[in-house]
């Protein structure tokens, strides 16, 4: 089935929890996705448009996908960014996961075998199916995944 005209993307992004966490980001409202200095993680944040959802993923503490948020502004340019060449985007909180879903499940997981996350493990934006999403929102419910 192709991505018809308007239909969501899905996406995951990582951030260190000691430079910002969830909890940075609910506390802000809204935040600026900056930083990214990787040709793919950010030609994927040029791709996203408002609407889209991303799994917010704490990388180094806790290597888990902790929370939902949504894309609120599409196509800035990187605010830290000094020679504007790089990509960024705002984000808002939308839900914090019942529990966290560990890079160690993923990659247990057969379902999410192919997941940008786990076959391009330094990639900090990545872009995830929406059947992974779908999983992944399971197995954060703690419902058996199969």
Request: without cysteine; proline residues 4%; neutral net charge.
């Amino acid at each position: 089935m192709s991505k018809s005209h308007g239909a969501k993307s899905y996406w995951l992004m990582k951030s260190e929890p000691d430079a910002y966490s969830w909890d940075d980001l609910v506390e802000e409202g809204e935040g600026t996705w900056d930083g990214v200095r990787n040709h793919r993680a950010a030609n994927n944040l040029r791709a996203m448009q408002v609407g889209d959802e991303a799994f917010f993923y704490h990388s180094n503490i806790g290597k888990a996908i902790v929370g939902v948020m949504r894309i609120s502004v599409a196509g800035i340019t990187d605010p830290s960014d000094p020679e504007g060449k790089w990509a960024a985007v705002r984000v808002q909180p939308v839900q914090k996961l019942n529990r966290a879903v560990t890079l160690k499940e993923i990659k247990a997981d057969p379902a999410l075998a192919e997941m940008e996350v786990v076959k391009l493990s330094r990639l900090s934006v990545a872009s995830v199916t929406e059947q992974e999403w779908r999983h992944i929102l399971l197995l954060a419910r703690g419902k058996p995944s199969g």
